[in-house]
């Protein structure tokens, strides 16, 4: 396993001689990300395990569903998606993965923007990925364009209790068609429960003010589901992550989901969102035009913030992955931007549009 994941440090062995003189704020970010990356041989020794999210932008399969408006992504569609580019997207997407674990495979890996279980297990089984034992978990939503999200867990160090998709129904909409809430109860090092959820709520089409109520209303029924569980349990370690398509300043996150900055005073209950330190940065996982966003995020309950003994997130911090291969120069709006697959139906073949975000989990005797 070292010699599969280790290979990870000759990606990485150029990182801080990159210089990104127009954005700085990146830089300083792949450097935060470098440093603890070079730490991971450390991180095993602790046993810490890392858990991730990663939005693949657009992982269809070449065939066209009948039931979902996915035509562009076939070999006669708009964007000409070939076997080939499929095939090139999945050694990129596998080769990221590889860079995410560092010396290791990362534990529980959460997804969006997938087409259906197929693609995941393509993903495995065409990279160096089919050497660990990962599991899949997908189910389809109802989403027009037929996106979904899902997971891939290491049977060696995850214990599933049980898994649950919820589905959204938006009372004020009663048409909406978006991506159910993957819920996933599991236990780790063999004494610890996890409660996870992984999101890719309502996107700002429309505007991001008249589409925000969309995304409000996902985050009650977190917030329902949430307290449901603290109501059982008030140190519960709960983790939710995802790409909101908010940001941790905007409405949902902190009047509905109740999401804190690390700093603010915490009560049982609680959440932290522990992306405020780069949002406050101006650091993101995806840029429009000029602007870098935070979209995708983790967030978690007090204890595993708090916590002196037991499952606690290591360094109090969340991670993102922004590689060298990630990213590419920013001709229009100087800096960088993320190395994506398409720009509009022009194929660039990249990786994605958002970066992977990661937290790594310790047990503290």
């Excluded at 989901?257 to 996982?285: Q, S, V, W």
């Amino acid at each position: 396993m070292l010699r599969l994941f280790g290979f990870a440090f000759l990606l990485l062995s150029g990182w801080c001689l990159q210089t990104h003189a127009q954005d700085s704020l990146f830089l300083e970010s792949a450097q935060d990300n470098r440093r603890g990356l070079l730490q991971a041989h450390e991180r095993l020794s602790r046993g810490a395990l890392r858990l991730g999210f990663y939005n693949l932008e657009n992982l269809f399969d070449t065939k066209d569903d009948s039931l979902t408006r996915d035509d562009e992504f076939t070999p006669t569609g708009m964007k000409g998606w070939s076997e080939w580019r499929f095939n090139e997207k999945i050694a990129n997407l596998g080769k990221t993965i590889i860079g995410l674990g560092g010396w290791d495979a990362p534990t529980i890996l959460g997804f969006c923007e997938v087409e259906n279980k197929f693609v995941l297990e393509k993903l495995l089984e065409q990279t160096g990925l089919e050497r660990v034992d990962y599991q899949i978990i997908h189910e389809d939503s109802p989403d027009r364009r037929g996106i979904d999200v899902g997971l891939i867990y290491r049977a060696d160090q995850v214990q599933i209790i049980r898994h649950k998709y919820h589905r959204i129904h938006y009372p004020a909409d009663p048409g909406l068609r978006t991506r159910d809430i993957l819920y996933l109860e599991a236990k780790l090092f063999d004494q610890d429960t996890i409660h996870v959820f992984f999101n890719h709520w309502p996107s700002r089409w429309g505007g991001q003010q008249a589409s925000e109520p969309k995304r409000v209303f996902v985050a009650s029924v977190i917030r329902h589901l949430s307290d449901s569980i603290f109501s059982l349990n008030p140190q519960a370690n709960i983790l939710i992550t995802g790409d909101f398509n908010d940001e941790p300043g905007d409405k949902s996150l902190v009047e509905t989901l109740k999401a804190k900055k690390p700093e603010d005073k915490l009560r049982p209950g609680d959440f932290i969102n522990l992306m405020y330190p780069a949002f406050e940065k101006g650091i993101g996982t995806e840029k429009y035009q000029a602007h870098w966003g935070l979209l995708d995020q983790w967030i978690v309950s007090q204890p595993l913030f708090l916590r002196q003994e037991g499952l606690v997130i290591d360094g109090g911090q969340a991670r993102i992955f922004n590689a060298p291969w990630l990213v590419e120069k920013d001709e229009k709006y100087l800096g960088t931007k993320p190395f994506r697959t398409y720009a509009g139906p022009n194929y660039l073949g990249g990786y994605s549009d958002h970066f992977p975000v990661y937290i790594d989990l310790i047990r503290r005797n």
